[in-house]
């Protein structure tokens, strides 16, 4: 308790932040998890406005609540892990208190623990919290079947794990700078990428195969890719398959063509129901990168000079 209040001390703004951030957005989700079926079941009446539970700013449909609420989760999935991990370290070389406490540590790798071990247990604390509500949430709106991939990375023990590898991975970037704004920036553009790349990638070598109708049946897939095939099943181009529906459409004219002579095109994932397979396959992975980079603060750390 008494290493928690002091990191508190140290870092009151960025915890503050963080806590509004998190806890706001969770009683959000709480809200929103309680009042959807009932929001639900009404939009799905007969006589229900056409933008029925739309959010509107000038006028201008934005999207429903869930989904909002989805997207800022998302986003402080990234932002609390870099406000919280930036400063743990950045600020301490650049006010040159580092040059005291280190000695008075007796360890570098000792105060490395106790700076910022609290801190993250302070941002697993938070963003656990929010993550259980994102969770909630998701399976509020998916209330009819399997949530399999639905906000795969923004709910649950994968968004705990994503923001864990950010919040360490920030540490260890303002423990290279050395500068709070240019060590924020960086986190940025890492924060960035690294979320276009675990939603672009494979997802940690599960092989992809073309979805069919019951692929569905445990759960929202994990699409990768999408191509086309021709009447007979071979598979074919965009350009061939506008080049076939056009014939098609022009022979039976004015009557619409039967499914059976038109190109369609299909889909490329993971079924749902492998959804447990492809987290702890994520877990491994994240986890065991999250660990390469607490090596490297600890390293950065112990190699760096005071300033």
């Known amino acids: ?14 915890v503050g932040f963080a806590a509004v951030v998190c806890l706001g957005l969770t009683a959000l989700a709480a809200w929103l998890t309680l009042s959807l079926p009932s929001a639900l079941e009404e939009c799905a009446s007969p006589t ?14 934005l999207g429903d609540p869930a989904s ?96 864990m590898l950010v919040l360490v991975m920030a540490m260890a970037i303002g423990a290279m700078v050395g500068r709070l704004l240019p060590s924020l920036l960086i986190g940025i553009v890492f924060a960035v990428g690294f979320s276009m790349a675990v939603d672009l990638l494979p997802p940690y070598g599960v092989e992809s195969t073309e979805l069919t109708a019951g692929d569905t049946a445990g759960g929202y897939p994990f699409t990768t890719g999408s191509g086309y095939r021709a ?25 619409f063509p039967p499914d059976s002579v038109l190109a ?15 987290l702890a396959r994520e877990a491994a992975v994240l986890s065991g990168a999250t660990v390469v980079a607490s090596g490297l603060a600890a390293i950065v750390v112990s190699r760096r000079r005071p300033e």
């Not at 369609?264 to 492809?278: C, L, N, Q, T």
């Open 68 to 163: 909002l609420s989805s997207l800022g989760i998302g986003v402080a999935m990234y932002a609390v892990p870099l406000v919280l991990g930036v400063p743990v370290l950045a600020t301490e070389i650049e006010r040159r208190t580092a040059m005291i406490a280190w000695p008075l540590a007796g360890s570098r790798l000792r105060w490395l623990v106790w700076r910022a071990g609290s801190v993250l247990v302070i941002g697993l604390v938070l963003v656990g919290v929010m993550a259980v509500g994102a969770e909630a949430l998701t399976r509020a709106n998916h209330a009819q079947g399997d949530m399999g991939f639905a906000s795969h990375g923004a709910r649950g023990i994968s968004m705990v794990l994503r923001s």
């Open 48 to 61: 229900a406005l056409h933008d029925c539970g739309v959010v509107s700013l000038f006028g201008s449909p």
């Open 231 to 255: 009447p007979d099943g071979r598979p074919i181009s965009e350009d061939e398959t506008n080049a076939i529906n056009q014939a098609a459409f022009a022979e039976y004219s004015p009557e």
């Open 1 to 14: 308790m008494t290493s928690a209040r002091l990191a508190f001390r140290l870092q009151r703004a960025s």
């Open 264 to 278: 369609y095109s299909v889909s490329y994932g993971i079924a749902g129901s492998r959804y447990i397979e492809v």
